[in-house]
């Protein structure tokens, strides 16, 4: 299999910045000494280029060149299924509600919407080997004629509620996590009976323009989940 050119470049200069032969500020050699050693031209130079920007190892100072950057070591990349984490998997779910709801100040704030707009609610219950773990609730955005299919959303993930709606490859995510002490109604759900804290996972879900598609809100036992988060 040939390898194009553009990634030869791409994996010629990265090997040199992993390997430290190549440290952040300094400079990379100059596109024209670039076409040389591979054989390129100055447009396969520069898709190689782009990628390497792209994926945070080289900045571009116009009229000077393009240097190594320095990484940023408070990036993490988390994975996140509402459904499966590191040490703990969901084997079953129990659909508690699903209703259409004028929303409060605080929820049409966080939708970017009126509070005369209807937003449909899913209450949900994630077991694992007949306990419960979690405790699931989503907001979605009301539209008319939009059909709930009750045996669809009980299994679904949070992308997966608006496929339908909106491509997933489409869809941006932001998540907020913190710590919180249940409240009755939660302790009652997950059978708690003592101050056991919640890892609360917020994910909110964006158009490809950006506009809130979704919130969902996880209240997860702290003793059945755990996140991994991994830096490049």
Same mark, same amino acid.
């Given at each position: 299999m040939v390898i194009p050119v553009y990634t030869q470049i791409v994996e010629s200069i990265r090997e040199k910045i992993d390997s430290g032969t190549l440290k952040p500020g300094d400079a990379i050699e100059s596109e024209n000494s670039l076409c040389r050693e591979f054989g390129a031209s100055r447009m396969t130079i520069r898709k190689g280029?782009?990628? $390497?920007?792209?994926? !945070?190892?080289?900045?571009?100072?116009?009229?000077?060149?393009?240097?190594?950057?320095?990484?940023?070591l408070t990036k993490y990349t988390v994975y996140y299924d509402e459904m499966s984490n590191s040490i703990n998997s969901v084997d079953k779910t129990r659909l508690l509600e699903v209703n259409i709801i004028m929303p409060d100040e605080k929820l049409a704030d966080s939708l970017q919407i009126s509070i005369r707009k209807n937003v449909i609610v899913i209450k949900r219950i994630f077991y694992t080997d007949g306990d419960p773990v979690a405790y699931?609730?989503?907001?979605? $955005?009301?539209?008319? !004629?939009m059909p709930i299919v009750e045996k669809e959303i009980q299994h679904a993930t949070f992308s997966e509620m608006l496929s339908k709606a909106t491509p997933i490859f489409a869809l941006k995510k932001e998540l907020v996590?913190?710590?919180?002490?249940?409240?009755?109604?939660?302790?009652?759900?997950?059978?708690?009976?003592?101050?056991?804290?919640?890892?609360?996972?917020?994910?909110?879900?964006?158009s490809k323009e950006n506009k809130p598609m979704g919130l969902g809100i996880t209240y997860f036992r702290g003793d059945y989940i755990k996140l991994l988060g991994t830096s490049h």
């Amino acid at each position: 299999m040939v390898i194009p050119v553009y990634t030869q470049i791409v994996e010629s200069i990265r090997e040199k910045i992993d390997s430290g032969t190549l440290k952040p500020g300094d400079a990379i050699e100059s596109e024209n000494s670039l076409c040389r050693e591979f054989g390129a031209s100055r447009m396969t130079i520069r898709k190689g280029l782009a990628i $390497l920007a792209r994926d !945070g190892y080289i900045y571009s100072i116009p009229g000077k060149g393009n240097f190594v950057k320095k990484p940023d070591l408070t990036k993490y990349t988390v994975y996140y299924d509402e459904m499966s984490n590191s040490i703990n998997s969901v084997d079953k779910t129990r659909l508690l509600e699903v209703n259409i709801i004028m929303p409060d100040e605080k929820l049409a704030d966080s939708l970017q919407i009126s509070i005369r707009k209807n937003v449909i609610v899913i209450k949900r219950i994630f077991y694992t080997d007949g306990d419960p773990v979690a405790y699931d609730v989503k907001y979605l $955005l009301y539209h008319r !004629g939009m059909p709930i299919v009750e045996k669809e959303i009980q299994h679904a993930t949070f992308s997966e509620m608006l496929s339908k709606a909106t491509p997933i490859f489409a869809l941006k995510k932001e998540l907020v996590i913190y710590a919180q002490i249940p409240n009755e109604e939660i302790k009652h759900r997950l059978n708690i009976y003592n101050e056991l804290p919640l890892l609360v996972v917020e994910q909110k879900l964006f158009s490809k323009e950006n506009k809130p598609m979704g919130l969902g809100i996880t209240y997860f036992r702290g003793d059945y989940i755990k996140l991994l988060g991994t830096s490049h």
